[in-house]
């Protein structure tokens, strides 16, 4: 844990201790550890003269900083209206049944995390999702399923 507190520190000096940059504060933790845990929020509102229940706020209110461990994939799909319109229910199904997890959980072997998450600009393209930081749209069961098994064999 020294390591992770070390790095925080090096971010945080990084920002000139400005609580006014929080959210690029908790994205490079998490880039560098994967994850916050509630102790890298704590010293975080510590070092910022902020409190931890300010940090966590932000750190849940956005779906892209994760506050627990995730899989090597995280697999996000749009929840938005356009999406479901385009039946984005369909396309979790199927994810569901070829990974047999449910939203919000993590494979068995750590592969692979299953999220939904707010819209990621592909509205007229839906339904959406994206893999890590790769954007794949115009979903159909088949389609998602063929994209999960590529990342199997990766």
Request: proline share 3%; glycine share 4%; net charge neutral.
């Amino acid at each position: 844990m020294q390591k992770a507190e070390a790095n925080i520190n090096k971010i945080i000096e990084k920002y000139h201790h400005s609580h006014t940059d929080l959210l690029p504060i908790l994205e490079e933790i998490v880039e560098l550890n994967g994850y916050l845990t509630e102790e890298m929020m704590r010293d975080t509102a510590k070092k910022l003269s902020m409190s931890p229940n300010e940090v966590y706020a932000v750190a849940t209110f956005y779906s892209f900083i994760n506050i627990k461990p995730t899989g090597r994939y995280v697999i996000r799909v749009c929840k938005t209206i356009s999406c479901q319109l385009s039946d984005k229910n369909e396309i979790i199904k199927a994810i569901k049944d070829e990974l047999n997890i449910k939203v919000g959980l993590t494979t068995k072997d750590k592969l692979f995390t299953l999220n939904t998450t707010d819209c990621i600009g592909m509205c007229d393209k839906g339904p959406s999702m994206l893999i890590n930081d790769e954007v794949y749209h115009s979903l159909n069961p088949e389609k998602v399923v063929s994209i999960i098994r590529e990342y199997k064999n990766l």
